[in-house]
């Protein structure tokens, strides 16, 4: 069996090869443009920030969790009078017990996270595509962003190691994190990314400072450009 090989540090590339939508190949397609397959944009330049790591599994709905707190009020009242119902209306206990069976295997069942483990996040203007280490591109899925003050929050776990997450609002003023996730990063790359995620998830244009004026674009020096 191969070594597994470690994820990658933060990279700051060009468009890729397939499209972060949905795998398409688009060589040989003009830049900037859009994918002929899933109609996701990609731009000319250095327009895509690449990260290797793993997602914070997010809770799922409120109304879940109500669910949850019902059933388990419901288990506990059902346990103090079982010996009642017995003796009384068995056929009630009979089938108060046959709801709880059914409503926890529904909610098991429907709650089940898909297990991911380590990811690749590619971030630029439009939003950002995730997908699993070795999987197929055709298994890439594209989140645009929504919503409005989106920010991004990049910060340092450990020597080699940060969190990232995105934090934006819809016009309702309700707060969505469309992605949180740890990464591999050294701790001097930290604020470069900080800075290339806060002008992407903003719609910013990403330019590399080549030594040339630049009219009309946002230009940070000194970032690495695969």
Known sequence: MAPKRPLPFPELVERLDECLGCGYPLEGIPAPGFCPECGVGFDDGASVLVLGGIAKKM??????????????????????????????????????F?????????????????????????????????????SKPSSRDFVAWEGVHPAAIAKRVSGVWASVKVVSFDEQGKRIIPIECGFRCKEEDIAWVQDILGLMVSGERVVVDSGEPQENKEVLPGIPLV
Request: no cysteine; hydrophobic share 55%.
């Open 98 to 134: 046959v709801m709880l069976v059914l409503s926890t295997l529904a909610m098991a069942m429907t709650g089940k996270q898909k297990k991911r483990g380590s990811e690749i996040f590619a971030f630029t203007r439009s939003g950002f595509s995730r997908w699993t280490v070795g």
């Open 59 to 96: 809770g799922g709905p409120v109304w879940r969790k109500v669910v949850w707190v019902l059933i388990g009020i419901l288990a506990f009242v059902y346990s103090q009078l079982l010996g009642i119902l017995i003796l009384s209306v068995p056929w009630i206990g009979l089938l108060v």
